[in-house]
């Protein structure tokens, strides 16, 4: 898939249309109607257009997401940490949970780490160290309920 998708300029793109705001029975299901405007914004280029410094990548897990608000999907949603944060949700919360979810992550991929190459190795989810006192951020809008 790496080949094709250099070969042929491809992006490839991770959307949470799952849970967000918190675990299950504070969060809620990620509206359908912003998992079809982040679809949109795949499909009209809104998302590869963005600048390199329009994204942020996420801690322990090296994935980028936009530092903003995309095609009206509130950046809270867009962004994990902030989504728990708008609904009430203590920041150690947010990062024992992604933490844990991480060590999930590595724990199920060691029946296949001898398949891979080291890049692909070190691109997977590693150990979160977060120092809280530097994660500061000011939300842009309140995470709206599903419509």
């Known amino acids: 898939l ?3 998708l ?4 491809g992006h490839a793109w991770l959307l949470n249309t799952g849970w967000v705001g918190g675990k299950y ?8 109607k912003y998992t079809r ?4 914004a795949v499909h009209d280029g809104t998302l590869a257009n ?12 090296g ?16 962004r994990p940490e902030e989504a728990w944060a708008a609904r009430g949700q203590a920041p150690g919360d947010y990062w024992k949970a ?7 992550f590595v724990s199920n991929f060691k029946d296949y780490a001898d398949q ?25 809008a309140r995470m709206h309920p599903a419509a």
């Open 50 to 61: 963005l600048r390199e410094d329009e994204w942020e990548a996420m801690p322990g897990f």
């Open 37 to 40: 405007q982040l679809v949109d």
């Open 98 to 104: 992604a933490d844990d979810l991480a060590q999930l």
């Open 116 to 140: 891979c190459s080291q890049e692909v190795l070190n691109a997977g989810p590693q150990q979160i160290t977060v120092d809280l006192k530097k994660r500061t951020f000011e939300p842009e």
């Open 63 to 78: 994935l980028c997401m936009p530092k903003c608000s995309v095609k009206g999907v509130p950046k809270e949603l867009l």
């Open 2 to 4: 790496a080949a094709k």
């Open 25 to 32: 029975g504070v969060g809620e299901r990620c509206p359908l």
């Open 6 to 9: 250099e070969a042929h300029r």
